[in-house]
């Protein structure tokens, strides 16, 4: 099975496309999600993408990191994001 890279690289480049026509206005607008704007929901992607690009480059020299500081390795518990913050 090949890795679905060109499937990644389109859904970034489509994210981007979608990120850059919001105005601030509408980043500080709610999400879909409960509770969360839609900065929330960048914040999360921004630190996803961090973590697991730091995942990979530990997993290139056979390295097994936590994903998330403070955590060992494996899925982090769910958390809520800060009220009051846009």
């Known amino acids: 099975m090949q890795p679905p890279v060109a499937a ?3 859904a970034h480049r489509t ?3 979608l990120v850059a026509g919001l ?3 509408q980043v500080t607008e709610a999400s879909a999600l409960p509770g969360w704007s839609r ?3 960048l914040a999360h992607l921004t630190d996803n993408a961090r973590m ?3 995942l ?3 997993a290139l020299r056979g390295e097994l ?3 998330y500081d403070g955590y060992g390795a494996g899925p982090r518990p769910s958390r809520t994001p800060p009220d009051g913050q846009p």
């Open 65 to 67: 990191v936590a994903g």
């Open 56 to 58: 990979a480059e530990h």
């Open 52 to 54: 697991f690009g730091r």
């Open 23 to 25: 105005s601030d206005q």
């Open 8 to 10: 990644v690289i389109e």
């Open 15 to 17: 994210l981007e496309r």
């Open 39 to 41: 900065s929330h929901v």
